[in-house]
């Protein structure tokens, strides 16, 4: 995915969207949703085409050596940013904490300086730069995963559930064990799988048991694994990326039904 200038001057900051791997790779629509956020927030929005993978598989794997120059890739091709901005509390959780953790020097003074200006996206929208009201497009029940990464290391639960309720005027329902991984966890459900399996399985009936007809989230890892467990199990449950409820999209095919475009 690739969007280089083009954009009209706005009174509000300069954003540097960093898309991540998975929205690049498996889910457009997310990071097109998140462009199309921001700009309705009043910011003027770049998407730099140089930016790369973040290095959290290989930072998550211990390899630090394979880590360090994505980092410092990354670093500069979005230190010219107002904000940067990203669709993914681990990503996101990434560049803020990890990048000063993994570098040194004069490198990590830059990672120091990024990321104190780097947000996930629902944060941004809430605490940087606010979304006008929506028009409620969203009719249906919707249950929110609370991906770890964004939870424990960002703080992220009400961002998302108030900007649900402004845009969409949709009252999440409440899983019973918000706080519990979903079962990706990185590396974790490739080497434990079964144990990852029973995990989704639970975080599906939980979903469904509460009545929801969309489970949302802000983490595509969380939800390609989701989506694929309700896929394989047959459950009547559409996984959608909160960005893209939060602009009106529902007539993009759910996670895993379909060519998201």
């Given at each position: ?5 083009g ?17 690049d ?12 956020l ?13 930016q ?48 000063p ?67 969409c ?8 064990q ?49 989506a ?17 409820l ?11 039904e379909?060519?998201?475009?």
């Amino acid at each position: 995915m690739e969007q280089q200038g083009g954009q009209s001057p706005a009174q509000g900051p300069r954003v540097s969207l960093f898309v991540t791997c998975l929205a690049d790779l498996f889910r457009p629509s997310v990071a097109w949703a998140a462009i199309e956020l921001l700009e309705q927030a009043g910011c003027t929005v770049d998407v730099p085409a140089a930016q790369s993978c973040c290095g959290q598989p290989a930072y998550n794997a211990g390899e630090y050596d394979a880590a360090r120059p994505l980092a410092r890739q990354v670093i500069e091709v979005l230190e010219p940013a107002d904000y940067v901005v990203l669709p993914s509390g681990s990503c996101a959780g990434m560049l803020i904490h990890h990048y000063p953790r993994l570098l040194e020097g004069e490198w990590r003074e830059r990672a120091v300086a990024l990321a104190a200006k780097t947000f996930e996206l629902t944060t941004f929208l809430t605490e940087i730069a606010p979304l006008p009201a929506g028009d409620g497009s969203v009719t249906t029940a919707v249950a929110y995963h609370d991906s770890c990464a964004g939870l424990r290391e960002l703080g992220i639960r009400e961002q998302p559930r108030e900007l649900l309720r402004q845009r969409c005027d949709v009252e999440v329902l409440e899983l019973t064990q918000r706080d519990v991984c979903c079962g990706f966890g990185g590396t974790f459900c490739a080497k434990m799988p079964d144990i990852a399996a029973k995990m989704s399985d639970d975080k599906l009936k939980d979903a469904l048991d509460k009545g929801a007809r969309v489970l949302t989230g802000g983490d595509l890892g969380c939800l390609l694994t989701l989506a694929g467990r309700a896929s394989r199990m047959g459950h009547d449950l559409e996984v959608r990326h909160v960005a893209e409820l939060l602009v009106g999209d529902t007539g993009t095919p759910a996670i895993g039904e379909g060519d998201p475009g």
